[in-house]
C-alpha cells in the first residue's frame, strides 16, 4: 500500500504497511484496485451515449469514491462487491482494463513527481465532491454536469497531461464542487427547512438512547419516526450536531441532544454512551470490542464484523436498534453544556444589518474562518490555543467538526453577536462563502478586500474540495493545517503559494500577525 490522502499519513512517505486511520495494508490495496476499475470505466464509457447505463455507471463511481473517503468503510468484502460491480460495467460496455498492475496505488500514476501530485489533488477532491454529491443525491437531488465531470476528470487521471492542463482540471473541480454544495445546501433546506439559531444541549436524561453519528440527515429522520412514542432518546454526534439547527427535525421530542465530541474521541466515548451506535457515513472508526456489538453502520460506512443496516425502496429498517436500545441502561454522562448552532447563511444574513454596523463602528475589527476538520494529533490544540488568543474584537466562522476544538469555551459575544458563528457541516462552508460574498456587496469589495482571513484545518479529502472551491473562487492568503498536505510536491506546493498564498501555519501569536488580527 501507499496511502497519503489524509492529514495523518506518514510524513514524506504516507502509510506503507497499515493505515494510521487502522485500514489494512490489503484492504488499502482493495481500495486502490477499485478507485483504478473507476477510472477505467470512466475512459471506457467516454463516447458512451447510452444515458441509463450512464446513470448507473454514475451512481456506481459516487459511492465507491465516497466508500473509499477517509474512515468510510474497513468493509473488505464491500469493496471487493463494489470492485465486481465495476467488472460487470466493464463486460456490459465490452471494454478490458488496461491500468491493471500489482500495484494500483496512486503512486502509479504519474512518473513525474508534479504530475502526479496535481493527479493525486484532483482525485481526493473527486472524493470529496463523492461526498457531498451523494449528501444530495439522496435527497433525490441530480445534476448531470457534476457526475459527468466526475468521469471526465477519473479518465484524465490515466492521460499524459501537462502542468497547465492538470492545474485547470483542479480549479474545474473546485468550480464544480461549489455547484454540488450549493445543490446540497438547497436540498437541506427544501426537505428539512433553513437552519435557525439553537441551543443545544449536551447533558443526558434517564432514558436509554440511540446515538447517530456521521452526516446522513435522511437517515437521522427516519430513526426518530421509527423512535416516537418509544421512550427512547436520540442524540446526534459529531457532524450530526448541526441537525438540531433545522426546523424539521425540532418536531421531535424524542431528539433530545448532542452527545460526545469530534470522530477522533469516539473509541472512548462511544463506550460511556451504553446504547447503540448508528454510524451513517464517514468519520466511523474500527471499534473497540467494549462496544463493537453495539455499532452498526448504514449508507457507505461499512466495519468488517460490525452489522450493516442496508435501503430497500428508500427506507431503512432500524427496528434492531431500537430493540438493543430498549434493554440497554441510559448513557454516561460526558458534560452538560449548551452549544448555539444554526448560523447557516440565511439565519446570519438576518442578523447582516448588526454585523456591518459592528463592523462600522470598530466594534468588530476581524473575522476568521476557521472551518475543516478535527484529528487527534496533539498539534491540533493548536486551535484551540489559536481561538483562545484571539482578540475579543474578532469573530470566529466556523463549519464541519474543526469547531469542536473550541465551541465549548466561553468567547462571548460582541453586541450580542456570537463570537463563534456556526454554519454547520463541513458541507455547510457553502454557507460561509455566502455570507462572505454578501459582506463584500455590503462594503463595495471583494472576499479578500474584507476584514477577513483563513485558518484552515484539514483532515480528509472533503477538506480537498473545500481547498480546491475557495482557490476557485479567488480566495487568496488561506493558511492551511496542522501541515500541508504529504500529496503535494514542493513544485506543486510552489505554485500554491506563488499563485494563491497558502500559507502552513505554526504557532498562534505569529499566526496572527501574519493573518492581520491585531
Same mark, same amino acid.
Given at each position: ?31 486502490? +484496485? ?81 504530475? +502526479? ?139 433530545? !441532544? ?68 430498549? !434493554? ?9 453544556? @449548551? ?138 492568503? @488561506? ?37 492581520? @488580527?491585531?
Amino acid at each position: 500500500m501507499k496511502c497519503m490522502q489524509c492529514e495523518e499519513s506518514i510524513a514524506g512517505t504516507g502509510c506503507l504497511r497499515n493505515g494510521v486511520c487502522g485500514k489494512s495494508g490489503e484492504l488499502a490495496d482493495r481500495m486502490d +484496485k477499485l478507485i483504478a476499475s473507476l477510472i477505467e470505466i470512466s475512459a471506457a464509457t467516454a463516447d458512451c451515449k447510452n444515458e441509463g447505463f450512464i446513470k448507473e455507471i454514475d451512481e456506481h463511481i459516487v459511492d465507491s469514491l465516497f466508500m473509499t473517503l477517509s474512515n468510510t468503510n474497513f468493509d473488505m468484502q464491500r469493496i471487493d462487491d463494489a470492485i465486481s460491480l465495476s467488472d460487470s460495467f466493464m463486460k456490459r460496455a465490452g471494454k478490458q482494463y488496461s491500468l491493471f498492475g500489482e500495484d494500483c496505488s496512486v503512486d502509479t500514476y504519474d512518473p513525474n513527481e508534479d504530475l +502526479k501530485s496535481l493527479k493525486q489533488l484532483l482525485l481526493f477532491g473527486l472524493k470529496g465532491l463523492a461526498a457531498y454529491y451523494h449528501h444530495a443525491h439522496v435527497l433525490g437531488a441530480g445534476d448531470p454536469t457534476v457526475t459527468s465531470f466526475m468521469r471526465k476528470a477519473l479518465a484524465a487521471i490515466k492521460k499524459d497531461l501537462s502542468v497547465e492542463e492538470l492545474i485547470s482540471l483542479n480549479m474545474e473541480c473546485g468550480e464544480v464542487g461549489a455547484k454540488a454544495m450549493a445543490l446540497l445546501d438547497e436540498y437541506n433546506v427544501k426537505y428539512y427547512g433553513s437552519p435557525e439559531i439553537t441551543q443545544v444541549r449536551t447533558g443526558v436524561g434517564k432514558n436509554p438512547g440511540i446515538l447517530i453519528t456521521g452526516h446522513d440527515l435522511k437517515d437521522l429522520e427516519q430513526l426518530l419516526e421509527q423512535t416516537k412514542g418509544t421512550g427512547i432518546d436520540v442524540y446526534t454526534h459529531g457532524e450530526m450536531l448541526p441537525a438540531h439547527a433545522y426546523p424539521a427535525f425540532k418536531k421531535y421530542d424524542n431528539l433530545v !441532544g448532542n452527545y460526545g465530541n469530534a470522530w477522533y474521541l469516539q473509541k472512548e466515548e462511544f463506550e460511556k454512551f451504553n446504547g447503540p451506535i448508528i454510524a451513517t457515513t464517514n468519520c466511523v472508526l474500527i471499534p473497540k470490542d467494549g462496544y463493537r456489538q453495539r455499532l452498526f453502520t448504514t449508507g457507505t460506512a461499512g466495519v468488517e464484523g460490525v452489522k450493516h443496516i442496508p435501503e430497500k425502496d428508500g427506507k431503512k429498517d432500524f427496528s434492531e436498534v431500537i430493540a438493543m436500545a430498549k !434493554g440497554c441502561p441510559a448513557p454516561a454522562e460526558i458534560d452538560d453544556r @449548551i452549544l448555539t448552532i444554526g448560523f447557516a447563511h440565511d439565519q446570519t444574513l438576518a442578523l447582516a444589518g448588526n454585523i456591518i454596523d459592528a463592523v462600522k463602528a470598530g466594534d468588530i475589527k476581524r473575522f476568521v474562518v476557521m472551518a475543516g476538520c478535527d484529528g487527534r494529533e496533539r498539534s491540533r490544540d493548536y486551535y484551540t490555543r489559536f481561538a483562545q488568543e484571539l482578540p475579543r474584537d474578532t469573530v470566529i466562522l466556523t463549519a464541519g467538526c474543526a469547531k469542536y476544538r473550541y465551541n465549548k469555551l466561553d468567547l462571548g459575544d460582541i453586541g450580542g453577536i456570537p463570537r463563534i458563528i456556526d454554519a454547520g457541516q463541513c458541507n455547510d462552508c457553502y454557507s460561509l462563502v455566502v455570507i462572505a460574498n454578501a459582506l463584500a456587496e455590503a462594503f463595495g469589495t471583494d472576499i479578500n478586500g474584507l476584514p477577513l482571513s483563513f485558518n484552515i484545518s484539514w483532515y480528509e479529502q472533503k477538506a480537498v474540495l473545500v481547498l480546491l472551491v475557495l482557490l476557485k473562487l479567488g480566495v487568496k492568503d @488561506i493558511m492551511l493545517g496542522p501541515r500541508l498536505p504529504v500529496f503535494l510536491s514542493p513544485g506543486v506546493t510552489n505554485v500554491l503559494v506563488k499563485n494563491f498564498g497558502i500559507k502552513a501555519n505554526s504557532e498562534p501569536a505569529a499566526d496572527r500577525v501574519i493573518l492581520k @488580527i491585531e
